[in-house]
């Protein structure tokens, strides 16, 4: 089984920082890329941030020079440093990680449950 965890979120005021974290754990054979995804309330899902294996980042231009996303691939965890929050960041953060559970299975996309973020003062 294979669990992905997020913690750190909550509420912040506008202009601040907060600092999301995501463990994948269980029984797997690698994990490839791991991105945050968001969803406000009466909205899509949308991409926040992602990182390659390779380390390679890609970010929403929305949240570009404000949001930083990195991994651990020792501890299977990714982050997502927010600043400079605002509150059209307000929503739940997801994280998605592309796995192999082993070199039998095709790589697959696994999610956490969710965290809310809310923006607010």
């Known amino acids: 089984q294979v669990q992905l965890v997020e913690s750190g979120g909550g509420l912040v005021q506008p202009g601040g920082s907060l600092r999301l974290s995501c463990v994948a754990s269980?029984?797997?054979?690698?994990?490839?890329?791991m991105a945050w995804y968001r969803q406000a309330p009466g909205k899509q899902r949308e991409l926040v941030a992602v990182?390659?294996?390779?380390?390679?980042?890609n970010y929403a231009d929305s949240v570009k020079g404000r949001f930083s996303i990195s991994r651990d691939r020792a501890k299977n965890t990714v982050y997502l440093q927010m600043n400079s929050v605002q509150p059209e960041d307000t929503a739940v953060y997801y994280c998605?990680?592309?796995?192999?559970?082993?070199?039998?299975?095709?790589?697959?996309?696994?999610w956490g449950e969710g965290t809310q973020v809310t923006v607010s003062s």
């Open positions: 990182i390659t294996g390779g380390g390679l980042t």
């Open positions: 269980g029984s797997f054979f690698s994990v490839n890329a």
């Open positions: 998605n990680a592309k796995l192999r559970r082993s070199t039998l299975i095709a790589e697959a996309d696994y």
